[in-house]
């Protein structure tokens, strides 16, 4: 089911609410319509918060993962009044209960493959129409590699691989769970996705990515929706950096239609006013005024996706953006074939993990912090979890594990799903003892990681788990990894009383990023394995 713009339904019935609201907002202290959105949605924010303020609302915003989002509506404990996913295929897998309302698409864009003018000319990219199957032949030859976000964490590399394996299965009218049984279309996507460098949880992140490694040229492709693309030439240009020029598949890509729903919440004794405002919101965002601000950030808004009196200042015929030709846009598949689908994307296509985690067992960690610790270590590896999440392990994948104190005491390595089961029991009986050295572990973990064979065929990084300020020298260990020349990202997960700006600093320079577990440990240790 796609949901497409009615706009004259909803303002009509955003003008009947007005008027038996009294068409000014609640009189009084400031009112919450809270939202969860994708992370694509960030610059939107401020068109947003504009109107709620004057509507005597506030309207904040969180930004979660097409996942999370999609089990926060199957828990039934979402926390929001309204969500905003990239895409409608989320809540229809997520909303059994069938609580959202009102889902409407405020506007669209395409997941496409974009790339820089001088790798695009020497891959031969520049001649003529560009299919996947092109895509899958320079990656099988070891010319291509690109950025893409994990497909059962983030909208858009779930779009792109829903577009790879159908445009890949012969571009069908619907892929069906059938066609998925195909050792063929399974080697094709295997090998494409071989060509990750990066991957991440968020679509928004992955820009970020991409520009954090501009000035030294350390990434030069990836997938993504065509409005972030337009965001991060703005920034490319205005730094003087090569812009990306962007690439619409010819056998089919897939649109994101970003819904905004409103949830209903049985025990809101406010649940009339709310909806009753949220409806005002949403016909704001489909009214003329707003949709042609969403056109000028990139965002498409026609029917369909269509682009009508485009900005060249904005959609760059030079970029190759192309708003004249209609869009080879894919149908989703049924909701059973897309479960299957990820499934066999976590299980069998991805690009396997290498995965090193640096696990802080030093003396402030007695008591409290070692078992929040040893429990999301358990939860993580735990088959039935990791399944739920999405984020089970394949044979492929390689877990290095290294408790540390003020200095590293083992080394314990898994391969495949069993071994992880087995690893997260042996956590589970280390006692904390001693100080705190994180760049010693991250050191030891850093030799361990180039050493293994797979650091050749796996997407690789590294894990820092700590709840204080480490001893150390941290000039002399970033002296060493640039001297590495590797591209290992370092995330961290803080917990405790956890130096934020220590983490913040090898993040930075590694480009991964830090995720708060202080208030739910497991849940920023599954997000970070999103970004692996």
């Known amino acids: 089911m796609t949901f497409l713009r009615k706009a004259v ?21 400031e009112r919450t319509l809270s939202i969860l959105s994708g992370s694509e949605n960030r610059s939107l924010e401020p068109i947003v918060a504009d109107f709620c303020a004057d509507e005597g609302w506030a309207c904040p915003m969180s930004y979660s993962g097409s996942v999370d989002i999609m089990l926060a509506l199957q828990d039934g404990a979402l926390g929001h009044d309204a969500v905003w996913p990239a895409h409608s295929r989320w809540v229809e897998l997520g909303d059994r209960e069938r609580r959202v309302k009102h889902l409407e698409s405020i506007m669209q864009t395409p997941v496409v493959f974009a790339i820089t003018d001088e790798h695009r000319q020497r891959l031969g990219l520049d001649e003529g129409e560009v299919t996947t199957r092109d895509l899958v032949r320079l990656t099988e030859a070891g010319e291509l590699e690109f950025l893409m976000t994990s ?45 990750v460098a990066r991957t991440s949880g968020s679509s928004g992140w992955l820009r970020d990515l991409y520009l954090n490694g501009a000035e030294t040229g350390a990434y030069y492709a990836m997938f993504n929706y065509e409005a972030l693309i337009i965001e991060a030439n703005r920034e490319l240009e205005a730094r003087g950096l090569p812009v990306l020029h962007v690439i619409y598949p010819a056998d089919g ?22 909806e009753a405002f949220f409806q005002r919101l949403q016909a704001h965002l489909l009214s003329d005024e707003v949709q042609a601000e969403l056109l000028a950030l990139g965002r498409r808004t026609g029917f369909g996706g269509t682009v009508r009196d ?9 970029w190759g953006l192309d708003t004249e030709s209609v869009l080879p846009a894919i149908r989703f598949p049924a909701p059973d074939t897309i479960r299957e689908a990820l499934a066999l994307y976590q299980a069998a296509l991805r690009r396997p993990s290498l995965l090193g985690l640096c696990l802080d067992f030093s003396g402030s960690m007695d008591g409290l912090g070692a078992d929040q610790l040893k429990e999301a270590i358990r939860q993580l590896f735990d088959p039935a979890t990791s399944e739920r999440y999405l984020l089970q392990a394949t044979d492929q994948d390689v877990f290095v594990a290294i408790p540390f104190s003020s200095e590293p005491w083992q080394v314990m390595i898994a391969e495949g799903p069993q071994e992880a089961v087995a690893l997260a029991e042996r956590v589970q009986r280390l006692p904390p003892h001693g100080g705190t050295d994180m760049y010693a572990c991250a050191r030891e973990m850093i030799a361990r990681l180039r050493s293994r064979p797979e650091a050749a065929t796996h997407t690789t990084a590294m894990i820092l788990m700590t709840d204080g300020r480490s001893d150390g020298d941290p000039a002399a260990f970033r002296q060493d990894y640039q001297r590495a020349e590797i591209d290992i990202p370092i995330f961290a997960i803080t917990f405790g009383d956890a130096d934020q700006s220590q983490l913040e600093d090898v993040a930075d320079w590694t480009r991964a990023r830090v995720f708060d577990g202080r208030d739910d440990l497991t849940r920023a240790f599954r997000h970070a394995r999103g970004y692996n």
């Open 9 to 29: 339904p909803v303002l009509a019935a955003a003008g009947l609410l007005a008027a038996c609201d009294g068409g000014g907002g609640p009189p009084g202290p």
């Open 151 to 195: 497909a059962t964490q983030s909208n858009s590399g779930f779009s792109a691989y829903i577009a790879m394996l159908t445009t890949l299965a012969g571009s069908p009218e619907v892929l069906t769970e059938d066609m998925l049984e195909s050792e063929r279309l399974r080697e094709d996507v295997r090998t494409l996705l071989g060509g």
């Open 253 to 274: 890509l897939a649109v994101a239609d970003s819904p905004l729903g409103f949830v209903a919440r049985p025990d809101d004794p406010d649940s009339a006013g709310r």
């Open 310 to 318: 485009a900005d060249p200042d904005v959609f760059r015929p030079e």
